[in-house]
T-cell receptor, first 117, second 108 residues
Framework: GAVVSQHPSRVICKSGTSVKIECRSLDFQATTMFWYRQFPKQSLMLMATSNEGSKATYEQGVEKDKFLINHASLTLSTLTVTSAHPEDSSFYIC?????????????FGAGTRLSVL | QKEVEQNSGPLSVPEGAIASLNCTYSDRVSQSFFWYRQYSGKSPELIMSIYSNGDKEDGRFTAQLNKASQYVSLLIRDSQPSDSATYLCAVKGNQFYFGTGTSLTVIP
């Protein structure tokens, strides 16, 4: 079945550093990928929609210059948290929409837990 | 085998009926179980969480967990058209795993 691979699963970094998270669709092409953030005991929050070959669409309140999204191919989207600060510590989840006509099914990555010291 | 499996549906039920959504998982160390509802074009929203075997009721929603059989289900009583959405099952052990979602349509 369709699989979305997300790496790394866990990152611990110092304040001020940048962190890159990769999201790959392993057996299907995904023209659209989504990036979510989840704080403890809260629902997933959509951060941005990533479209292959074009600029990402950011949700209100999400800083596009801080959360850089690149969707350079149909199987890979990256999220870079620039100059990370402790308040950026969260669980980041990507998902990819299968575009082979089977329907609008989203496959989720396993998530990346970011801890900024 | 996928970590979390759900029937993709679509599941259609008439208004007022009970909708039953099922989910199985493979990781026996899983401790936390969640149901999310996602409307088209929106983020998934958490509607139920369950951590121990048995039933947990919240309004029209009942989550059922059976760790021995490794399944978790969501029952929606008195289904309403506004319940039409995709329902995501999520399981958390060492990592967070989501099912692909079940599309539910409640027919007026």
């Amino acid at each position: 079945g369709a699989v979305v691979s997300q790496h790394p699963s866990r990152v611990i970094c110092k304040s001020g550093t940048s962190v890159k998270i990769e999201c790959r669709s392993l057996d299907f092409q995904a023209t659209t990928m989504f990036w979510y953030r989840q704080f403890p005991k809260q629902s997933l929050m959509l951060m941005a929609t990533s479209n292959e070959g074009s600029k990402a669409t950011y949700e209100q309140g999400v800083e596009k210059d801080k959360f850089l999204i690149n969707h350079a191919s149909l199987t890979l989207s990256t999220l870079t948290v620039t100059s990370a600060h402790p308040e950026d510590s969260s669980f980041y989840i990507c998902s990819a929409r299968d575009s082979d006509g089977r329907g609008p099914i989203q496959y989720f990555g396993a998530g990346t837990r970011l801890s900024v010291l | 085998q996928k970590e979390v499996e759900q029937n993709s549906g679509p599941l259609s039920v008439p208004e007022g009926a009970i909708a039953s959504l099922n989910c199985t998982y493979s990781d026996r160390v899983s401790q936390s179980f969640f149901w999310y509802r996602q409307y088209s074009g929106k983020s998934p929203e958490l509607i139920m969480s369950i951590y121990s075997n048995g039933d947990k009721e919240d309004g029209r929603f009942t989550a059922q967990l059976n760790k021995a059989s490794q399944y978790v289900s969501l029952l929606i009583r008195d289904s309403q058209p506004s319940d039409s959405a995709t329902y995501l099952c999520a399981v958390k052990g060492n990592q967070f795993y989501f099912g692909t979602g079940t599309s539910l349509t409640v027919i007026p």
